[in-house]
């Protein structure tokens, strides 16, 4: 039997949605996306970079609005895209007042779509940038624990800003790690997946202070709209499934993620 769809709730706290992809969204024009994302109280969006080919886009869109905000960086699935030339480019606009992070950057080993060194390589590089322009980092890790760890230690002192990894999925050691040295763990839609205990108990360990909402739209849409494409304007089930985990009442979580996502990336 399906889940019985229910009206998006609205809180009376505004909510940062601090991870999507509003290039990538297809589904429904992007104004009529941007409309109802306003609608439930989103203050402000990230749109995150994750390739050569949508740098330029991405700070497009976060000078279309005063509410939205942008990224630059290269995903590690197209590491091997990466040459001095897009380093540069990123260089040039780190600094932007629209653009709050260096990102997506990090390993997948999941995938496997780049070599695992090009990416370990690419990963130290865009940390350096961040820590040359004073940004906080969006950090993407999959079944890369033990290496993303030990690049992160090598960047412990000059990277003041730290950041997020976002969608996190790892085990405990890397949540630890990056709890203890003061990073945030953002959460999506995968928390209302059924099979997804896992994350869920990562949830229960980390402290309301440090996490983040999130949606990586269009991907990760969550119950009870699995199957459709995922928007921004879906996060407040994330919020919902937060509060539900942690046995506190939405607001406070509404609120504390906020003042978490304003501490990360808005506050200099």
């Known amino acids: 039997?399906?889940?019985?769809?229910?009206?998006?709730?609205?809180?009376?706290?505004?909510?940062?949605?601090?991870?999507?992809?509003?290039?990538?969204?297809?589904?429904?024009?992007?104004?009529?996306?941007?409309?109802?994302?306003?609608?439930?109280?989103?203050?402000?969006?990230?749109?995150?970079?994750?390739?050569?080919?949508?740098?330029?886009?991405?700070?497009?869109?976060?000078?279309?609005?005063?509410?939205?905000?942008?990224?630059?960086?290269?995903?590690?699935?197209?590491?091997?895209?990466?040459n001095d030339d897009v380093e540069a480019e990123i260089r040039s606009h780190a600094g932007d007042d629209k653009i709050v992070a260096v990102g997506e950057i990090g390993l997948d080993y999941y995938y496997d779509n780049a070599d695992r060194g090009i990416q370990r390589e690419v990963f130290r590089r865009q940390l350096q940038i961040a820590c040359d322009h004073d940004r906080p980092v969006v950090i993407h890790s999959r079944?890369?624990?033990?290496?993303?760890?030990?690049?992160?230690?090598?960047?412990?002192?000059?990277?003041?800003?730290r950041g997020v990894i976002h969608s996190f999925t790892s085990g405990p050691g890397l949540a630890r790690y990056a709890l203890d040295q003061g990073w945030c763990l953002g959460f999506n839609g995968i928390t209302t997946f059924n099979k997804a205990e896992n994350v869920r108990d990562i949830v229960r360990m980390a402290p309301i202070g440090q996490i983040l909402l999130e949606t990586d739209a269009p991907f990760l849409t969550p119950?009870?709209?699995?199957?459709?494409?995922?928007?921004?304007?879906?996060?407040?089930?994330?919020?919902?499934?937060?509060?539900?985990?942690?046995?506190?009442?939405?607001?406070?979580?509404?609120?504390?993620?906020?003042?978490?996502?304003?501490?990360t990336f808005f506050s200099n």
């Open 1 to 82: 039997m399906s889940r019985k769809k229910r009206e998006i709730p609205v809180f009376d706290h505004p909510i940062i949605e601090t991870h999507c992809h509003l290039d990538y969204l297809k589904d429904q024009p992007l104004a009529d996306i941007l409309a109802e994302t306003r609608r439930v109280n989103i203050e402000k969006v990230i749109t995150i970079a994750v390739s050569p080919d949508n740098l330029a886009r991405v700070r497009e869109l976060s000078q279309s609005a005063d509410w939205l905000y942008g990224t630059q960086g290269i995903h590690p699935h197209d590491a091997e895209l990466y």
């Open 143 to 161: 079944d890369a624990d033990d290496d993303t760890i030990t690049i992160l230690q090598e960047f412990e002192g000059p990277l003041q800003r």
């Open 223 to 263: 119950v009870p709209y699995r199957g459709r494409e995922n928007a921004p304007f879906y996060i407040p089930f994330v919020a919902e499934k937060i509060a539900e985990i942690k046995e506190l009442p939405v607001e406070e979580v509404v609120a504390t993620t906020y003042r978490n996502s304003i501490r």
